[in-house]
């Protein structure tokens, strides 16, 4: 099934208690188009990069079915370009430089060949370009997912509360359903943001894992236990994409397919974490795919008697 990617295409460079990179690729939709990749012969992307961004790292997305169709190529501007560095505790970061370049003024423009998408990612950007997407499209897709955090909310408010009307599935933090909502336990948070235009919403929670909610059910999803946590950057765009991937795959919106879905999105994001940047992502094997999900249900499941 159809599915259509809108998000940055980037450059990060990174520093944790691990190590430090240069200029690796980055960007939500990079992170997105790979992990969905396991579980879609192809996707399409809708993204913006410079002159400065090889062609090495579009023939990666090619070669894992992502079409770039809708990459613009900006030849008189850089790529968007973020650099950070995690704590000891890899759930906190400082922002040490943020280049927006060519995504200052990213126009996104949707290929007539990707408008009939039946399944639409609508990754972290500014909320006014995630509107511009979805008036573009004929007909709406069966299925909307929008990622957004807590700048947007901060600077763009009433764009962000108008973009939320048209989608189906809101995936944010933690920190963020709180404070999207104005409201500290996270059930008050779910309900008043299901008020809001979405049916569907998943807090991400890290190493804690995910919750699930829509109107009248929950579900709850942990994070694998790992040895190494390398790199949390991506993990949250790479949740998402294995999570939309797989409801693409099996062309299934009810909340038993979505409860699946939340735990391959976790499986994905897993693997991410366990190297820099997309490095896992790129050369991951349909064999630790299927053992790792396997792992996440040996955490889940048991038997109890009353």
């Not at 650099?83 to 370049?101: A, S």
């Not at 920190?175 to 235009?197: D, F, H, N, P, W």
């Amino acid at each position: 099934m159809s599915l259509l990617v809108v998000g940055t295409v980037a450059f990060d460079a990174l520093e944790t208690p691990f190590g430090k990179t240069d200029k690796i690729l980055g960007g939500a939709a990079t992170y997105i188009g790979l992990s969905a990749s396991y579980f879609l012969k192809n996707s399409n992307l809708v993204s913006v990069v410079g002159n400065d961004f090889p062609q090495e790292h579009i023939d990666l997305l090619n070669s894992k079915g992502v079409n770039t169709e809708g990459l613009q190529i900006d030849k008189n501007g850089k790529t968007f370009f973020w650099k950070g560095k995690y704590h000891n505790d890899m759930n906190t970061r400082d922002t040490l430089e943020t280049q927006l370049n060519v995504l200052e003024t990213f126009d996104p423009v949707v290929p007539e060949a990707y408008k009939n998408c039946e399944y639409l990612m609508l990754g972290n950007l500014l909320p006014a370009v995630q509107q511009q997407v979805l008036d573009q499209l004929p007909q709406r897709p069966k299925l909307v997912v929008l990622d957004t955090m807590n700048f947007w909310m901060d600077n763009c408010w009433d764009d962000l509360i108008e973009a939320l009307k048209g989608v189906d599935v809101l995936t944010i933090n933690d920190e963020e359903a709180r404070q999207l909502s104005g409201e500290y336990s996270l059930v008050k948070a779910a309900k008043k943001i299901l008020t809001m235009g979405p049916k569907y919403l998943i807090i991400k929670k890290g190493e804690h894992g995910a919750l699930l909610f829509n109107e009248n059910e929950v579900f709850f999803a942990p994070a694998l236990p790992l040895e190494e946590v390398f790199d949390p950057t991506g993990a949250g765009d790479t949740f998402a994409g294995g999570f939309l991937g797989y409801i693409a795959s099996t062309n299934d919106i009810s909340f038993e397919n979505m409860k699946r879905a939340v735990i391959y999105g976790s499986a994905m994001a897993s693997f991410c974490v366990e190297k820099f940047g997309t490095e896992r992502l790129q050369n991951l094997s349909d064999a630790e795919v299927k053992s790792r999900i396997r792992e996440f249900i040996d955490l889940v499941q048991f038997e109890i008697s009353l």
